[in-house]
């Protein structure tokens, strides 16, 4: 079970992440049959020193990291998450963070790996719900499953984030995949710079899909393959204010390939 972590910032077992300003961190490979660290308060920074944090182990719902109070002030970085055993049976999410009213603002998410392998229900590396004025940068994340997947996906109100620099590859089988989605158009002013994406799926592959209004997409290296429906370089719908430059698009499906549409 959880614990809470009190004084001492050395860390050696899964828990919560509770105490403000501490900086905790890692001493080994750690691993919980649900859910790894939750935090519960603000300015919480957390360094994995490049050591495994495996989560899910028993299959399930379950998360590596969960900041669902929308506490401020997060960082996480040199953390390798991974979904235990490639055996999760349900959703295997490797950082979530949500805050749908007031919002989490000033995370930092820094050079972590993501792998996220076999979930059986629609699921995503990175959640962004409510995350605002954040920095994502050099991230690699890789997914591979049945069902849709979403390397990070920003929602309800994800505002004025910076995501730089990551690394997302993804197979998805029997079904679709994105490798960013901003699903609402309340999720505005958010910057997509530098990114890598590699997405192969059964269906439709997605490197970035748009749904919200003034945005900037710069200097993104994109490559789709989908067998047997659409594949989108960048999917912008309906919206405004968008700024596209410089990106590097091939869709190589075997289905309509639309490297902006």
Do not use: K
């Not at 105490?19 to 603000?42: G, H, K, M, R």
């Not at 590699?198 to 900037?216: L, M, Y």
């Not at 659409?230 to 075997?254: C, F, P, Q």
């Amino acid at each position: 079970g959880a614990f809470v972590v009190t004084n001492d910032p050395t860390i050696s077992a899964c828990g919560e992440l509770g105490v403000n300003t501490e900086t905790y961190v890692l001493n080994q490979a750690v691993a919980d049959v649900s859910t790894c660290f939750v935090i519960v308060n603000n300015s919480v920074n957390l360094d994995c020193r490049g050591y495994n944090v495996s989560f899910g182990t028993a299959g399930g719902a379950s998360y590596g990291i969960l900041n669902n109070g929308g506490y401020d002030n997060l960082t996480v970085r040199n953390c390798a998450l991974r979904s235990g055993n490639g055996a999760a049976t349900g959703e295997g999410i490797a950082i979530h963070i949500a805050d749908s009213a007031a919002g989490s603002h000033n995370n930092t998410i820094n050079n972590n790996t993501m792998i996220i392998n076999n979930p059986t229900a629609s699921n995503y590396a990175l959640g962004l719900y409510g995350v605002v004025n954040s920095n994502i940068t050099n991230n690699n994340i890789t997914l591979n499953g049945t069902s849709t997947l979403y390397g990070i996906i920003a929602n309800v109100g994800a505002q004025n984030n910076t995501i730089r620099n990551n690394t997302i590859a993804m197979q998805a089988t029997g079904s679709t995949a994105w490798g960013i989605r901003l699903v609402t158009t309340e999720d505005n002013f958010n910057t997509m710079i530098n990114n890598s994406f590699r997405i192969n799926a059964s269906n439709t592959a997605n490197g970035i899909r748009v749904d919200s209004f003034n945005n900037s997409m710069i200097n993104n290296s994109i490559v789709t393959n989908g067998t047997t429906s659409a594949n989108y370089g960048i999917l912008v719908l309906s919206v405004s204010g968008n700024y596209l430059e410089g990106n590097h698009i091939r869709t190589d499906g075997t289905g309509a390939n639309y490297p902006i549409f």
